[in-house]
């Protein structure tokens, strides 16, 4: 059986937060995600990346409560619960302590979502392709 390096393991962890960040993780089932103890998980997770497992998770929604602020028009309590957080209050003490303003103001710091034009991503794929790429019919 191959070696795998302990470092790898931690990655399926922050792999599993990144990708599940709406649901309910826990340290030990991050710590089974690592195949680690939960103790030696939480230590080894935060000397490699330099956070705590649960303030991981927590900055990982945070960013995302951003994202649905900058870019859609729903409320507050919505995207607290849609990155999911289970209680307003709390979100908007983080987010604050995070962003240095609450979600409203963050919100409203940036254009509002109804302004964004929404292009499709078959344009916006096209538009991003390299213009060197040439299809020519080639005669043999």
């Known amino acids: ?5 302990p470092a790898r393991h931690l ?10 960040y709406r649901d309910q993780l826990d340290v030990r ?7 680690l ?5 939480s230590r080894e997770f935060h000397r490699a990346f330099g956070a ?3 303030q991981y998770l927590l900055i990982r929604r945070l960013e995302r409560a951003a ?24 979100f908007t003490t983080s987010f604050g302590r995070t962003f240095g303003m609450s979600p409203t103001a963050y919100r409203a710091a940036h254009p509002p979502a ?3 034009a929404r292009v499709p ?3 916006l794929l096209a538009w991003a392709r390299p213009r060197t790429a040439r299809f020519e019919k080639t005669t043999s």
Do not use: Q, Y
């Not at 990655?11 to 599940?20: E, Q, V, Y």
């Not at 089932?29 to 195949?35: C, E, G, K, M, P």
């Open 1 to 5: 059986m191959a070696h795998v390096h």
């Open 11 to 20: 990655l399926r962890a922050r792999d599993l937060i990144d990708a599940r």
């Open 29 to 35: 089932t991050l710590a089974r995600a690592a195949r």
């Open 37 to 41: 103890s939960p103790a030696h998980f």
């Open 52 to 54: 705590a497992p649960h």
């Open 67 to 90: 994202l649905l602020l900058r870019t859609t028009d729903r409320t507050v309590a919505e995207i607290c619960l849609t990155v999911g957080l289970r209680s307003v209050g709390s």
């Open 114 to 116: 109804a302004r964004r």
């Open 121 to 123: 991503t078959c344009v």
